[in-house]
């Protein structure tokens, strides 16, 4: 299984990312995928989540914000961050979470700055 991240950058409080996530060795349709991030000095923390059945599940500090959906023809997963804030500069991570265990993506830095 390999996950591959993309979409990070550098953007002011307010703008707009997409962030990709490519996935092989796995069917992201059939699949429990989600992103998480990771801010300097915090812990690594669930974002959103897509589930098998279709169901999503996003952190409060993102509700109304980002949303998260399955690319089918590209077997990837997308968030796509709105309205940007400072306190979601962190390392956005990819994951697949099997029955056997998680994999990771390498993570996309997004900054926001004020």
């Known amino acids: 299984v390999q996950l591959q991240a993309s979409g990070g950058g550098l953007v002011q409080a307010g703008g707009s990312l997409r962030l990709s996530c490519v996935a092989s060795?796995?069917?992201?349709?059939?699949?429990?995928m989600g992103w998480y991030r990771q801010a300097p000095g915090k812990r690594r923390e669930l974002v959103a989540s897509?589930?098998?059945?279709?169901?999503?599940n996003l952190v409060d500090s993102v509700k109304g914000r980002f949303t998260i959906a399955r690319d089918n023809p590209r077997n990837a997963i997308v968030l796509q961050m709105n309205d940007l804030k400072p306190e979601d500069t962190a390392i956005y991570y990819c994951?697949?979470?099997?029955?056997?265990?998680?994999?990771w993506g390498q993570g996309t830095l997004v900054t926001v700055s004020s």
């Open positions: 994951n697949y979470a099997s029955a056997s265990g998680d994999y």
């Open positions: 060795g796995i069917l992201v349709s059939i699949s429990n």
């Open positions: 897509l589930g098998i059945d279709g169901t999503t």
